[in-house]
């Protein structure tokens, strides 16, 4: 049997606010880590404020310590955040607690960025901390993001063939075959069609198929359909399962005139679909 160890500890980081007037000591440390987060997920992390000397400096709930995260290379400001004082004990001096919420990294690229800490005065201005004891002020802060599957984009379909059913005296237009991705489907596999029409008037399939190469018409099988009667927006298809491949297929309404059943001016328009599975 395995076992998998997981660990759930706190994130902390070092940061030293040197506020007395005293000599700066000589108990310098190396190397300061750099702080990592998680793009799309809440992070929490603690501020270790300490002095030069690695002493844990004493803070309180009227102070106002400011995190900022940015971009060093393009000069823009990304992130800017209150700390929440945490000390209460001696077991929390000198510790406050910044939290980055899911939307506040959703948007930002996976990259190094630089952040600094910084404590707002009476008077309005900012008084700087330091990452390091080398009076290093800026700190390098690096968005992973490890924590769920990147998205990818949809597929885009925008072209059909059509063909004439001589046995519904309709014409058809059909997609070609669209790659269903069944090695990370299961059977409860969710498969998105979201189709964009413009006074839409006429049924659309969904159909799927097993085959690994569907070039045969009776190798698809209807999955799911809609009749519309001028119809616009945009409709959403959802289903569950593993195919090989799908295809949109669409049969406008008959027309008052036979001869006008596949004029857009009678049927309007499916302008697009987007699918994802």
Not at 66 to 89: G, H, T, W, Y
Not at 191 to 215: D, E, K
């Amino acid at each position: 049997m395995q076992i998998l160890p997981i660990y759930l500890y706190p994130n902390t980081l070092d940061v030293i606010l040197d506020l007395d007037p005293t000599v700066r000591g000589a108990n310098q440390v190396m190397y300061q880590y750099d702080l990592k987060i998680q793009k799309g997920i809440k992070n929490q992390v603690r501020i270790q404020f300490k002095n030069s000397d690695q002493k844990k400096v004493s803070i309180s709930n009227t102070q106002t310590f400011v995190f900022s995260m940015f971009d060093a290379i393009n000069q823009r400001l990304l992130i800017e955040k209150p700390l929440e004082v945490l000390e209460e004990s001696t077991g929390t001096k000198g510790i406050a607690l910044l939290t980055l919420t899911e939307s506040d990294t959703i948007d930002i690229p996976k990259s190094s960025y630089k952040f600094t800490v910084k404590l707002l005065e009476s008077d309005g201005s900012y008084l700087p901390a330091y990452s390091n004891t080398y009076y290093g002020l800026a700190g390098t802060v690096q968005l992973d993001e490890d924590a769920y599957p990147v998205l990818q984009p949809s597929q885009e379909i925008t072209s059909f063939q059509i063909f004439y059913n001589d046995s519904i005296r309709k014409y058809e237009h059909k997609s070609g075959n669209i790659y269903a991705n069944p090695a990370f489907n299961s059977n409860s596999g969710l498969h998105t069609a979201a189709v964009y029409m413009t006074a839409y008037r006429g049924t659309v399939y969904i159909q799927g198929t097993l085959s690994n190469s569907p070039a045969a018409a009776d190798r698809y099988v209807t999955i799911k359909s809609k009749t519309y009667t001028g119809f616009t927006g945009i409709d959403v298809f959802n289903f569950n399962g593993v195919f090989s491949y799908i295809r949109i297929v669409y049969v406008p309404a008959t027309a008052p005139a036979e001869s006008q059943n596949d004029n857009p001016h009678y049927f309007g328009s499916l302008d697009k679909v987007l699918y994802r599975s």
